[in-house]
């Protein structure tokens, strides 16, 4: 029973072996020895949280935090031993903190459960008792037959029995997984391939044996047969598999990382604060013990005649007696820590967070998608990114190849509207004359149909329409496409119209770049029909002809070409050559080498993807040659991969080339601007994809991930460690000795493991001298591993993934910030992100402009609450010296209370909200101004530091300022009466209340109504409630130490003089260093703030305007104005140029003010 305790809770895992035994639609042996082995249900569990873990798991995360822990210790020290305040002081906001905390925590939770629910309870069929059943996916378990429809995504990792083709084979996408879009074929096995029918697997017993879960993508129990969870099916009708890993042992799962709570720079340099603040409290507290008992070494001062100890007290142990003092002073001077912080940036963080999401900025309308936010705990980490780590396919690119351009026969032409334009002249046209190329009219050749009408002379026109055939019959035969089980009659009667290609005719390919291809084919008129055993059939203007397809020569990324072998249908053989330039010039012995040559750098240029097509027929006797070269490499036992290479190099010789084409795997709308502005705000930018080299390569090219300037290292097929190593130290020397301003770095996944497993610190060296990075063929795992090894680098970075498929939540959950794109390939990423939007541009104004204003505010908000509590609690210290450490309390415990939670908490939490220290527009279009902020410089000892003696030197001119007005026994009241213990206290804390509400006023560049109404409401609530609070005996309080006193304090003009005078001297000072700063030691924050929006008018601030020629006494009231930062908002002048490169009309909920650039 303990056991069994242990293994339900986690401590004791039960004993796996290393295969699993899976026994199909769990038909188990009946001999009754045979004990079914356990597994997991199919739940996906992205939350944190469950029912019964809530309340332990929170409260421990939360009193993990120093201030939380800190000031339960004091809530017990209260309720222990007789401290000169209550209790409720320290209990009431601790139990306010823990839950608002809580109830936060838990709704974004709540959230997670609600998507993971969404997922699980997704309806999926089921073979039982011989029928097919409707069920959740959260209800498949390991053995059962599930039956996919096209289209469906995979609920579980299956093994494929069955499909609707005869072959048993299949068609799937596995862009969420690994992020290739191109399809993928998979094939059953042949005992099960035919078991096409409900009634007929329900007859089925079979067995399967297979290894437990592993997370490697790249290396699945059976390529050929498992259908991993995430995939989604294509081009088939439905198929069946059993399900042989479930819920959280599918890999696409076990590629995710547990999800951890994320921290940000600014939580943890809030900690470090506090710590400090704590040494400060424990040496004021044991200062003020150690002077207590030296000052009562004195007789008279120890037992004094109106405080006479009692005999208990005059027994006791002196050591207790220390230590109930030192406690004693540590309560009393507890409030230096700011308990009520922690919730007022929860409170922040929490209402914050929905700007992001009403920021129509961030809002695409084709998809109807706005910003999400899922984790609110890591606004201010948007403002402190280092690196962004980035997948690139749905996340650079829109998942979509087009055909643009292509070189034939020396000719560039360009697709426009389905006719393909001469970009130069045509032997027989003169310059600036444009030719076309359109299949409109048949001409019969020996072994072709060809149809094409140029502007040519006569001795040239059957040559050059049969190279142009040539060309484009290579592009429709000289591929792996399938084709869509829909009606096709009717293609192919010329040029395609728009509104029949999508419907009546889908393409699914092994390459996108396949796809587009034979789509741009269709478009001039040369339609691929489908494959039909070994038959190609195409369609040139309605005619149909049908080759013959003799062999397939694969492609692989040794030789980077395909071919193919096809029968003409007047007997002559051809084969068709496609790849790259690098590999088929070489190989070509006729045609426009030099020319295609020069336009296939071109097409580069573009950052467009080429490829070379070219042609060679046989002759019968060479045919046969290759034949039998084919078939001996095919069926050779040993070292069949090198037959195969010496035999497709054998035939892919002596080719004619016909041409190149170029197409354009489309990015995002404003990639380029945006990676480019990321760059100027000194991010470094990481490309990760699961992607092949080459499509990666040319994909950071024509992003600007990559310069054409830049010098490229590869780190790529490396086979072992010390290959790996040395090719380090080779690219280390490289960027050591090459005068290059900019290096670019390729790795690929498995060098990437062998660099990462013994040689860590060269990798990073590498990485860290290169100015782009990009990783291919990368898994989920090594994505996140990447990550990490930035995040644990010296200079300790924060990072920040973007992605949209489900192979890029590892790295997502693994990164300081998370962005999920919410693409077309399932929503895991965005799911399982700290925020989600929908296009990758959206990141500059995510980061810029929100980021910017969230770190600024919340930095202020820090620092000022740690300011106005060192304000708070000195005087109390100071206090003591006068009171012979009596412990006596300078404030009544009411207003100990409120000053953190009422009296001073509004003003810091709207300026937190709402503050905007310069216009949106100038951030985003000024990414260097993010420089600023970055390293966490507003929170830096130095800043700390600063705002602490600031604190510190206020609270002395509060209290010694209120002293030296009370002191010396003057009568302040005109019947001759004087203040005593609590007018003074209250006195102290006035002025202090008012001069930090002042302060923030003065910190507030940006005023709204709200500003002003809780700036100044504040300090006029204080008066009224102290008016009220002491002008009514309480029938419920034991003892009113305010009974009048505020009454009698206001009603003193020398009280009223003081309070004026203290709040100026205090504030003066702040006022001279800003000046200062801003004249002489301006930020470039500062400076854009002065940008001139007029040759005549000068703005300020971006706020506060004035004209040219004004007096000297106005410049100085404008400077006093710039100190401030401000002015009010119908005097502001906001002029922005149409021609601005990003988000024009700012539509934002950020602007809160009615703008009028007319005012200036």
């Not at 479930?246 to 921290?263: D, I």
């Not at 409109?440 to 140029?454: E, I, M, V, Y």
């Not at 100990?896 to 503050?915: A, G, K, R, V």
Request: charged fraction near 20%.
């Amino acid at each position: 029973m303990w056991r069994w305790v242990r293994q339900q809770l986690g401590f004791d895992p039960p004993h796996q072996s290393d295969t699993r035994t899976i026994y199909i639609a769990n038909r188990f042996p009946q001999n009754g020895l045979y004990t079914p082995q356990k597994f997991i249900d199919n739940r996906i569990i992205s939350s944190k949280y469950t029912v019964w873990n809530f309340v332990p798991k929170n409260l421990f995360e939360q009193f993990r935090r120093v201030a939380n822990f800190y000031f339960l210790i004091i809530f017990l020290v209260q309720l222990m031993i007789d401290t000169p305040t209550s209790p409720i002081t320290s209990g009431l906001p601790l139990f306010f903190v823990i839950t608002v905390t809580a109830i936060k925590q838990g709704y974004e939770d709540w959230l997670r459960h609600n998507s993971d629910n969404e997922v699980n309870g997704a309806p999926v069929y089921v073979v039982r008792s011989g029928g097919l059943v409707k069920t959740r996916s959260k209800n498949i378990r390991v053995g059962d037959i599930v039956r996919i429809a096209k289209d469906e995504i995979f609920p579980a990792d299956l093994v494929l029995l069955s499909s609707d083709r005869p072959d048993g084979s299949c068609h799937i996408t596995t862009a969420s997984l690994d992020g290739e879009t191109n399809l993928k074929t998979h094939v059953a096995v042949p005992e099960t391939a035919a078991l096409q029918t409900v009634a007929n697997l329900d007859t089925l017993v079979a067995v399967i044996e297979c290894q437990q879960p592993e997370a490697d993508l790249y290396r699945p129990l059976g390529p050929e047969s498992l259908l991993l969870r995430g995939a989604r099916l294509k081009n088939t009708k439905e198929i069946f598999g059993v399900a042989v890993y479930t819920g959280m042992e599918t890999k696409m799962a076990l590629n995710y990382k547990s999800k951890s709570q994320k921290r940000s720079a600014v939580e943890k340099s809030m900690n470090t604060f506090l710590i400090i603040y704590l040494i400060i409290l424990i040496s004021e507290a044991i200062i003020s013990t150690i002077l207590k008992y030296t000052w009562q070494t004195e007789e008279k001062w120890d037992e004094p005649w109106y405080n006479q100890k009692t005999e208990h007290q005059r027994n006791s142990s002196k050591i207790l007696r220390f230590i109930s003092d030192f406690l004693a002073f540590l309560v009393l001077y507890n409030f230096i820590i700011p308990i009520s912080l922690y919730v007022t940036v929860e409170m922040q963080k929490f209402l914050g967070s929905f700007f992001i999401g009403w920021d129509l900025d961030l809002y695409h309308e084709e998809s109807d998608q706005k910003a999400q936010v899922n984790t609110s705990d890591l606004n201010e980490e948007l403002g402190q990114v280092e690196y962004v780590f980035t997948d690139k396919t749905g996340t650079l690119t829109e998942n979509e190849m087009q055909f643009r351009e292509c070189s034939i026969n020396g000719i560039k032409y360009q697709e426009i509207n389905g006719r393909l334009v001469s970009e130069g002249p045509t032997p027989d046209s003169s310059d600036g004359n444009l030719s076309y190329l359109s299949f409109s009219h048949l001409n019969n050749l020996p072994h072709l149909t060809s149809s094409s009408s140029f502007r040519t002379s006569p001795e040239n026109e059957t040559e050059l329409i049969k190279e142009h055939d040539l060309f484009f019959k290579a592009v429709s035969l000289c591929h792996t496409v399938q084709i869509s089980n829909v009606q096709t009659d009717g293609i192919g009667d010329g040029p395609w119209q728009a509104s029949l290609a999508p419907s009546q005719l889908e393409y699914y390919a092994s390459s996108p770049d396949e796809k587009a291809l034979v789509e741009a084919a269709a478009r001039i008129g040369i339609v691929f029909i489908g494959n039909y055993e070994e038959t190609m059939e195409i369609k040139i203007l309605g005619k149909l002809e049908r080759y013959r397809l003799l062999h397939i020569l694969e492609f692989d990324s040794d030789r980077r070409r395909m071919s193919v072998i096809v029968q003409a249908p007047s007997g002559e053989k051809f084969l068709f050559a496609k790849g790259a330039e690098s590999s088929i010039l070489p190989t070509c012995i006729g045609g426009e080498i030099e020319k295609t040559r020069i336009h296939v750098d071109e097409f580069a240029l573009k950052g467009l993807r080429t490829l070379c097509m070219a042609y060679r027929q046989l002759t019968s006797k060479e045919y046969e040659v290759i034949d039998r070269r084919l078939f001996e490499a095919r069926t050779a036992l040993q070292q069949r991969e090198e037959k195969l290479a010496n035999a497709f190099q054998f035939i892919e010789k002596d080719l004619i080339l016909l041409g190149a084409t170029a197409v354009e795997d489309r990015l995002q709308d404003k990639v380029r601007e945006t990676i480019e502005a990321l760059r100027m705000a000194g991010i470094k930018v990481w490309v990760l994809t699961g992607d092949k080299h080459e499509t990666a390569v040319s994909v950071s090219l024509s992003c600007g991930h990559f310069h054409r300037t830049m010098n490229i290292l590869e780190l790529i097929n490396q086979k072992s460690d010390s290959e790996c190593a040395e090719q380090l130290r080779q690219l280390a020397r490289r960027i050591t000795e090459d005068h290059v301003i900019q290096h670019g770095l390729v790795v690929d996944g498995t060098s990437l493991s062998l660099a990462l497993r013994e040689h860590e610190k060269l990798f990073m060296d590498v990485c860290r001298n290169c100015s782009a990075v990009l990783c291919c063929r990368m898994a989920p795992l090594q994505k996140a591993k990447v990550i990490r090894l930035i995040k644990i680098s010296p200079e300790k970075p924060i990072t920040l993934a973007v992605g949209d498929g489900a192979n890029d939540v590892s790295m997502i959950q693994e990164a300081h910030v998370g962005i999920g794109i919410m693409g077309k390939e399932g929503r895991q990423a965005a799911r399982n992100s700290d925020y989600a939007i929908a296009r990758f541009k959206f990141l500059s104004k995510l980061l810029f402009v929100h980021g910017h204003f969230y770190y600024i505010r919340i930095a202020t908000l820090v620092q000022y609450f740690f300011y106005k509590n060192v304000c708070f609690i000195t005087p109390q210290f100071l206090y003591q010296f006068y009171c012979l450490f009596s412990q006596q309390t300078l404030y009544d415990s009411v207003y100990l209370t409120l000053y953190n939670i009422c009296f001073t908490s509004l003003p810091i939490l709207i300026y937190s909200l709402l503050e905007q220290h310069i216009d949106p527009h100038v951030l985003q279009n000024k990414p260097t101004l993010y420089r600023d902020i970055s390293k966490n410089r507003q929170l830096s000892i130095t800043n700390f530091l600063y705002w602490t003696i600031l604190g510190f030197s206020h609270a002395f001119i509060f209290f010694y300022g209120s002293y030296f007005l009370m002191g010396k026994d003057i009568s302040l009241l005109g019947n001759g009466q004087m203040f005593g213990n609590w007018t003074f206290g209250t006195l102290v804390f006035t002025v202090m209340l008012i001069t930090v509400t002042v302060k923030m006023a003065l910190e507030t560049h940006f005023w709204t109504w709200i500003n002003h109404l809780v700036t100044w409401g504040s300090i006029i609530f204080y008066f009224v409630f102290s008016l009220f609070y002491g002008g009514i005996l309480w029938p419920f309080l034991g003892s009113q130490n305010m009974y009048f006193v505020f009454f009698q304090l206001l009603s003193s003009g020398s009280v009223w003089f003081a309070i004026i005078l203290m709040v100026v001297i205090c504030l003066f000072l702040d006022i001279v260093k800003k000046v200062f700063d801003r004249h002489f030691h301006p930020t470039n924050t500062e400076k854009a703030q002065l940008t001139e929006t007029n040759p005549s008018i000068k703005c300020l601030d971006s706020l506060c305007c004035f004209s040219e020629g004004e007096t000297a006494c106005a410049s100085v009231g404008r400077m006093l104005e710039r100190v401030i930062g401000r002015c009010s908002p119908t005097h502001v002048s906001r002029l922005w140029s149409a021609s601005d490169p990003f988000y024009t009309n700012d539509r934002s909920i950020l602007t809160l003010s009615t703008m009028d650039s007319s005012t200036c």
